[in-house]
């Protein structure tokens, strides 16, 4: 397993690579949709080739969690000029993406699985798929390639044993139906901006337990699994501990008179 994640990772840091030079020479594109982790690698790529600012990462609202990455050229650069975020694919790129509503009967409860397993069993690549957004009852909330969303309209009948409605809907009535993510805010301060102390306050544990933790394979950061308890956390970091939750870290930079590190995070509930 990790041989082929090895294998998949250099894959689309090449194609990155690749399209990251397209873009320096004046042709924007647009690549497939990433996980967390495949957002996090990608950046770095475009970060240590300078050209960070040519990357558009944009899963068609605030907070997506799976997101598609665009290739700014020149002229379209910088992208806080090119006016809402949410027409800039459509404007600049051809339209690639939409927005579903998938609706049951009422009947049945349907989680996200069963509306993913749905979606797949039509033939469609997770790649080709950014969330999937349930209310809790008989709706979700989809952002896709078009093409897929057009054969998620005319194919998808039946989730498990319930019938469904689905229709396309703007990104802005996407964001008004969208359940609202909860949170609860945090604040400390740490000796150092270093995964364990960080883990460690997060999850109000002991330093050395947090520590042992990250050796343990029991931390995700950016998306991946981080075994060395002194890699150092950046503003903007999703964490996740095995058996205490996930948690966004908004900022851990500004030191105080004592020379520790203050800490703003929230909790995902």
Not at 82 to 98: A, K, M, N, T, W
Not at 120 to 136: F, H, S, V, W
Not at 178 to 193: I, N, Y
Not at 208 to 217: I, L, Y
Request: proline share 3%.
């Amino acid at each position: 397993m990790r041989e082929h994640n090895r294998e998949t990772e250099a894959l689309l840091l090449a194609r990155g690579g690749e399209l990251l030079r397209r873009a320096a020479n004046g042709v924007p594109s647009c690549g497939i949709f990433l996980s967390y982790a495949e957002q996090t690698e990608l950046l770095a790529l475009a970060r240590s080739l300078g050209e960070a600012d040519r990357l558009l990462l944009w899963g068609g609202y605030e907070d997506a969690e799976r997101k598609k990455a665009f290739f700014l050229p020149d002229r379209m650069m910088p992208v806080s000029e090119l006016g809402d975020v949410h027409s800039v694919p459509e404007i600049y790129f051809g339209d690639p993406i939409c927005a579903i509503e998938l609706r049951g009967s009422g009947y049945r409860e349907l989680t996200n699985r069963d509306w993913l397993g749905a979606v797949l069993n039509l033939g469609i690549e997770r790649d080709a798929c950014g969330d999937i957004r349930t209310d809790g009852g008989s709706t979700a909330y989809m952002v896709c390639d078009r093409s897929v969303g057009d054969l998620i309209i005319q194919a998808l009948e039946r989730v498990g044993r319930d019938t469904v409605k689905t229709r396309e809907i703007s990104f802005y009535e996407l964001e008004t139906l969208l359940p609202k993510r909860e949170f609860e805010a945090l604040t400390d301060t740490v000796p150092a901006p270093r995964l364990d102390a960080v883990v460690g306050s997060l999850c109000r544990m002991a330093r050395e337990k947090a520590k042992v933790a990250v050796q343990s394979g029991a931390v995700q950061c950016g998306g991946r699994t981080v075994e060395k308890p002194d890699s150092m956390v950046c503003d903007g970091d999703i964490i996740s501990v095995r058996g205490h939750g996930k948690f966004r870290v908004l900022s851990v930079s500004e030191q105080n008179k004592k020379g520790r590190y203050r800490l703003l995070a929230e909790k995902y509930k």
